[in-house]
């Protein structure tokens, strides 16, 4: 069986916001090569991390690739300018579009990798026509912008809906990478990855966890990966 490979996609949002060009040069210094950009728009969640101006300059400084993960109520304002700015994949919730087909082929028609975005309890069944379609599903771990929030864990279920979601592309012939994110830490990596996860957003509990530097945390989720699979 052909070894499946998992990507680390450090959340920039993690990173210290005054100084983003040195947290991606350090990114880059510990062998990162794809940087999760959460767009968050205050109408659909309380926290707008990122601006539309600081992700193209940080475009011009990097080749690292830009996976975006949109959380709005414009999705299709948001992605034409997400294409004009040169971002390499771009996902969007389910939960606030209702043209999908517009907003796949839309992002497609640019060249771009496209995929949606699931809230912890959205149903899989919205999947059903589109899996074919999608290069990425992202589960969301959590409910977006409530990373900081008090109570707000993990789901219970994340492997079970990884799981599901892992058997519902494979019946739809789908080629899509189930990207997860929500307090992605070291103690559930295992699990969710067995269960069928490709990328890892990681955050506090990981790249960014304190006490270490990113090469250190990169290593070491790299060598943990490597022992899982």
Known sequence: MKRREITIAPSLICADMC????????????????????????????SMPLGLDVVRQLRSRTTLTFDVHIMTLMNEFFIRELIDIG????????????????MLQLIHGAGI?????????????VLDYIAPELDYVLLMLINPGYAGSVGEGRIAYAAQKIRDCRRKLDTHESRARIVIDGRVSFDVIPALTEAGADVLVGGSGSVFRSGYTYAENCSALREMLSSIH
């Open 87 to 102: 971002v390499d994949s771009i996902v969007f919730h389910v939960e606030t579009e209702r043209h999908i087909e517009k």
């Open 19 to 46: 100084n983003l060009e040195h947290e991606v040069r350090s990114l880059e210094e510990a062998g990162i090569t794809t940087l999760h950009v959460d767009f968050v728009e205050p109408h659909f969640s309380p």
């Open 113 to 125: 990798k496209a995929g949606v975005a699931l809230n912890p309890a959205t149903p899989l069944a």
